[in-house]
């Protein structure tokens, strides 16, 4: 009875791996000012080796609907265009001043869910995805943009994750994901300020994703759908 209760706290404890699909920024730079700044969009999964792989199948056509705005410190923001690669997305931007730069996207074109054939409730989906890029300066975002959005910050060895719905800080135990690099997946729950903190244990990319499902009757493309599901990534890269 014992070590069926240990093995329940560990399960509970130990963050889990996940290989669902996802998008994810691939953000490339020198940090310096009038040096470009390569972005791309990409789909795919971790496998359980650690290694992230890239879809090239019918999802990389629906990347190039993701729509991509550079933000500076100033709020001045700039569209910029992508074009299709082998196993992604890309566009580029050159920062002409020190700064923090948000780099935001939205796809509000990807096809409905379709679970009617397994008895299941159709979901629209929109995805957004946000990251900042730092320009020969470090500082922080505290404002939101997007529907769904993410910030952080950093707090000794902690990064604090502070969300966001339609412009206002998360109700209190909204739940967050956090994928670290080799994708083992953490649970997080946001306090009154809408703020959840949790410690990097490697470096590489994080991910951490919001969710948000409003209950919504309509058709997309011919396809009815019974909610919409708004999704949030931000894309956390750790030196």
């Given at each position: 009875m014992k070590r069926n209760i240990y093995l329940l706290l560990a399960?509970?404890?130990v963050p889990v791996i996940s290989q669902a699909h996802g998008?994810?920024?691939?953000i490339k730079g020198s940090g310096k000012v009038n040096q470009p700044v390569?972005?791309?969009i990409c789909f795919g999964e971790i496998d359980e080796y650690g290694v992230r792989h890239r879809e090239t199948g019918a999802e990389l056509a629906q990347l190039g609907d993701f729509k991509i705005t550079i933000i500076d410190e100033l709020g001045k923001?700039?569209?910029i265009?992508?074009?299709?690669?082998?196993d992604c997305w890309e566009g580029s931007f050159i920062p002409n001043k020190k700064g923090t730069y948000q780099i935001l996207a939205i796809n509000e074109k990807l096809p409905v869910v379709d679970r009617?054939?397994?008895?299941?409730?159709?979901v629209r989906p929109i995805d957004y995805l946000c990251a900042v890029y730092q320009a020969e300066h470090t500082g922080n975002?505290?404002?939101?943009?997007?529907f769904l959005d993410i910030v952080t910050s950093a707090r000794e060895k902690f990064i604090v994750v502070k969300a966001f719905n339609n412009g206002k800080p998360v109700n209190k135990a909204t739940k967050l994901r956090v994928f670290n690099p080799e994708n083992w997946e953490k649970s997080l729950e946001t306090d009154e300020h809408g703020e959840a903190v949790f410690m990097p244990t490697m470096k590489g990319l994080y991910i951490i994703r919001q969710d948000f499902t409003v209950p919504e009757n309509g058709t997309y493309q011919?396809?009815?759908y019974t909610s919409i599901r708004h999704r949030c990534n931000y894309c956390l890269s750790i030196d």
């Amino acid at each position: 009875m014992k070590r069926n209760i240990y093995l329940l706290l560990a399960l509970l404890i130990v963050p889990v791996i996940s290989q669902a699909h996802g998008y994810w920024f691939d953000i490339k730079g020198s940090g310096k000012v009038n040096q470009p700044v390569q972005i791309q969009i990409c789909f795919g999964e971790i496998d359980e080796y650690g290694v992230r792989h890239r879809e090239t199948g019918a999802e990389l056509a629906q990347l190039g609907d993701f729509k991509i705005t550079i933000i500076d410190e100033l709020g001045k923001s700039n569209m910029i265009q992508i074009q299709a690669k082998t196993d992604c997305w890309e566009g580029s931007f050159i920062p002409n001043k020190k700064g923090t730069y948000q780099i935001l996207a939205i796809n509000e074109k990807l096809p409905v869910v379709d679970r009617s054939k397994t008895g299941g409730k159709n979901v629209r989906p929109i995805d957004y995805l946000c990251a900042v890029y730092q320009a020969e300066h470090t500082g922080n975002v505290s404002k939101p943009v997007q529907f769904l959005d993410i910030v952080t910050s950093a707090r000794e060895k902690f990064i604090v994750v502070k969300a966001f719905n339609n412009g206002k800080p998360v109700n209190k135990a909204t739940k967050l994901r956090v994928f670290n690099p080799e994708n083992w997946e953490k649970s997080l729950e946001t306090d009154e300020h809408g703020e959840a903190v949790f410690m990097p244990t490697m470096k590489g990319l994080y991910i951490i994703r919001q969710d948000f499902t409003v209950p919504e009757n309509g058709t997309y493309q011919g396809v009815p759908y019974t909610s919409i599901r708004h999704r949030c990534n931000y894309c956390l890269s750790i030196d």
